[in-house]
Structures are given as structure tokens and as C-alpha cells.
Nanobody, 124 residues
Framework: QVHLAESGGGSVQAGGSLRLSCLVSGYTYGNGYMGWFRQAPAKEREGVAAIVQRDGSATYADSAKGRFTISKDSAKNTLYLEMNSLKPEDTAMYYC?????????????????WGQGTQVTVSS
């Protein structure tokens, strides 16, 4: 049974940093993507960043480029999202996901397994 557990969210002021973690269990690592998404109130869930399991190459949403870094530690079965220069518009529930199949990586429709989310709140 696949289980994902996010942690590391919190409340910070604009310009601050947070590091999110996602512990993954029961999932067979392969060649696909692992990713981070976020969902703000009254908005749709959107892709933030994704990393290829096999080679660690990463891709980012425009809103995350230059500020966020996705990484993984396969030995610890953990996915990370380092977030710097946070802005109030980054406020959202952040989710990790694995097992992406077909479609664009940023579309949440094409991901199989999700965590429960961790809240990030950025104040101005």
C-alpha cells in the first residue's frame, strides 16, 4: 500500500524559507516522476515541480523557477521541496504525489498517489 506523508509546512513572512518533506512508503521507485503540487483556497490544484526518479532531472512551474528546488533522497524514500523568497501568493496546501502516467506533469489528473498535504502560509 502506497503512503505519502508531507511535513515541514508552517507560517512565515514574505521573503522567508521553508523546506517541505514527503516520506514515501510502499512505492516501487521507477523511471517516472515524483512531484509537488499546491492548492490555494477556491483555486485548482497546480503543479509546482517534478523530478525524474531515474536521473534526478527537474522541471518547475514558472512561479517556482529560481525560488524553489525539488530534490529526492532515494535512500531515505523522501522527496523535498526547498522554498526560498516566499511570497504571499505561495500560500496554499502543498501536496506530494508519485506515479505520474501520461499527460503533462503539471496536470494533477495524471497522478496516482497523493499525500494529505501540509499548509504553507506566507504573510506580507
Amino acid at each position: 500500500q502506497v503512503h505519502l506523508a508531507e511535513s515541514g509546512g508552517g507560517s512565515v513572512q514574505a521573503g522567508g524559507s521553508l523546506r517541505l518533506s514527503c516520506l514515501v512508503s510502499g512505492y516501487t521507485y521507477g523511471n517516472g516522476y515524483m512531484g509537488w503540487f499546491r492548492q490555494a483556497p477556491a483555486k485548482e490544484r497546480e503543479g509546482v515541480a517534478a523530478i525524474v526518479q531515474r536521473d534526478g532531472s527537474a522541471t518547475y512551474a514558472d512561479s517556482a523557477k529560481g525560488r524553489f528546488t525539488i530534490s529526492k533522497d532515494s535512500a531515505k524514500n523522501t522527496l523535498y521541496l526547498e522554498m526560498n523568497s516566499l511570497k504571499p501568493e505561495d500560500t496554499a496546501m502543498y501536496y506530494c504525489a508519485v506515479d505520474q502516467y501520461g499527460g503533462p506533469w503539471y496536470d494533477p489528473t495524471f497522478w496516482s498517489y497523493w499525500g494529505q498535504g501540509t499548509q504553507v502560509t506566507v504573510s506580507s
